[in-house]
């Protein structure tokens, strides 16, 4: 059994407090999350764990670092340092500083190189210097047999970690699903068929994706969340731009190629008087390009995210039109959950991940009208305000953390 916290501080072991974690990101690391805002799933999931009581040590682990890039940005950051005016522990931590203590540390593997191999040998070779490299650093910190709780759809099941008690995969996408990683296919479908060798413990945010997997052990479906904070009290104001007449219709997220964009020239020309405005990551300009030809719809580059926030709450419907295909089947949308927080009436394609989250999501199958639901999305108008309090309290961030602990620490 790993070794509960509070036992070591004297405290009786019969129900311990708190439990020794290792949290590995997936490819991320905390500087990228600290830079994007910490609005992802595993941003969220870092930042929770610290604060968490349960969690008694914690170890974060960011993605395997490309020792020739690091030693480069170190040799020009090195030579900026005089330059630099010092800054307090509190201006770091602002800054996206990890909050390093006796009973938080963040590991920052190095290796020969920032990808992964893709042949299998080459895969087991990397986990295994991951494996050791975060099996030392949780040594030193006094742990003993933690939990981990792991993103990484490689290290799910290549990496041993039999240094630990118990391991679950926190599986954030369908990887299988996802296209741009079509090199490591592979390797995925040998690493979940080890963690169901392994019966490692696995929670997905849908049920598509935990089915992909197929574990054997214990697992756990675990939507994606909102954080109260935001969305609680008076709104912001939006951005200037924002403020036109006729009903404002919003899209935030990554404008990819999940997006229906047949549906969102159908919408566009059916409600002409409707500003519809796609805000996010550009990731396929070719994509969306037909969008750029009407004279309603407003592609935006990524905003901060109090913007993001503002622009939600100051939204008249919020849209999800995905297209229906193995990737958007396996999603856990975070646009879904924080539109339906601002209060938002919803329009959305009818998917799985969009069934049964709420009464305020109003459903569109292939080939029907989405100017339709919208206009009655907009004859429904918003959520009272003890409704969309309730929403937020029931599907908070902490709630999800806690349903992942239940299981990582069972």
């Not at 997936?26 to 500087?31: D, G, M, Q």
């Not at 930042?47 to 969690?55: N, P």
């Given at each position: 059994m790993h070794q509960p916290?509070?036992?070591?501080?004297?405290?009786?072991?019969?129900?311990?407090?708190?439990?020794?974690?290792?949290?590995?990101?997936?490819?991320?690391?905390?500087?990228?999350?600290?830079?994007?805002?910490?609005?992802?799933?595993?941003?969220?999931?870092?930042?929770?764990?610290?604060?968490?009581?349960?969690?008694?040590?914690?170890?974060?682990?960011?993605?395997?670092r490309s020792l020739p890039i690091m030693l480069a940005r170190d040799l020009v950051e090195g030579g900026r340092i005089g330059r630099r005016r010092r800054t307090s522990p509190r201006?770091?931590?602002?800054?996206?500083?990890?909050?390093?203590?006796?009973?938080?540390?963040?590991?920052?593997?190095?290796?020969v190189r920032r990808?992964?191999?893709?042949?299998?040998?080459?895969?087991?070779?990397?986990?295994?210097?991951?494996?050791?490299?975060?099996?030392?650093?949780?040594?030193?910190?006094?742990?003993?047999?933690?939990?981990?709780?792991?993103?990484?759809?490689?290290?799910?099941?290549?990496?041993?970690?039999?240094?630990?008690a118990e391991v679950t995969f926190f599986a954030t996408d369908d990887w299988l699903a996802y296209e741009p990683q079509r090199r490591w296919w592979r390797a995925y479908e040998e690493s979940f068929a080890r963690v169901g060798r392994q019966k490692r413990r696995v929670g997905a945010v849908s049920a598509a994706a935990l089915e992909r997997i197929a574990p054997t052990g214990e697992s756990k479906v675990i939507p994606n969340g909102i954080d109260p904070a935001e969305w609680l009290g008076a709104a912001s104001r939006p951005p200037a731009w924002a403020e036109a007449a006729g009903p404002l219709l919003v899209y935030a997220g990554t404008l990819d190629s999940r997006i229906d964009v047949d549906a969102l020239l159908?919408?566009?020309?059916?409600?002409?008087?409707?500003?519809?405005?796609?805000?996010?990551?550009?990731?396929?300009?070719?994509?969306?390009?037909?969008?750029?030809?009407?004279?309603?719809?407003?592609?935006?580059?990524p905003l901060a995210r109090r913007e993001v926030i503002a622009l939600i709450r100051a939204a008249d419907v919020g849209l999800v039109p995905h297209r229906d295909n193995a990737l958007t089947r396996a999603m856990s949308p975070l646009k879904l959950y924080e539109y339906?927080?601002?209060?938002?009436?919803?329009?959305?394609?009818?998917?799985?991940?969009?069934?049964?989250?709420?009464?305020?999501?109003?459903?569109?199958?292939?080939?029907?009208?989405?100017?339709?639901?919208?206009?009655?999305?907009?004859?429904?108008?918003?959520?009272?305000?003890?409704?969309?309090n309730a929403f937020i309290a029931r599907h908070s961030w902490r709630a999800r953390h806690d349903r992942l602990l239940d299981l990582a620490l069972a």
């Open positions: 916290v509070g036992s070591m501080r004297g405290t009786p072991t019969t129900q311990p407090s708190s439990w020794d974690v290792v949290f590995c990101f997936s490819y991320l690391s905390w500087e990228a999350v600290a830079h994007r805002g910490w609005f992802g799933t595993e941003d969220r999931l870092a930042r929770g764990l610290i604060e968490h009581e349960r969690v008694g040590r914690l170890l974060v682990c960011d993605q395997m201006e770091k931590e602002r800054e996206g500083a990890f909050p390093t203590s006796p009973m938080a540390q963040l590991l920052r593997p190095v290796g990808e992964y191999p893709t042949s299998i040998a080459g895969v087991e070779r990397a986990c295994r210097a991951f494996d050791r490299a975060a099996g030392r650093r949780a040594r030193r910190m006094g742990m003993v047999e933690p939990a981990v709780i792991v993103a990484n759809p490689l290290l799910a099941g290549f990496a041993k970690f039999e240094w630990a159908a919408l566009a020309r059916q409600m002409p008087d409707a500003r519809i405005v796609l805000v996010g990551p550009l990731l396929d300009a070719q994509h969306l390009e037909p969008l750029r030809a009407t004279g309603n719809v407003d592609i935006r580059e339906l927080a601002a209060g938002l009436p919803v329009v959305a394609s009818d998917l799985a991940p969009m069934r049964d989250v709420d009464a305020g999501v109003l459903l569109v199958a292939g080939g029907e009208d989405y100017a339709a639901a919208v206009e009655a999305a907009l004859k429904r108008g918003r959520a009272r305000e003890d409704t969309r």
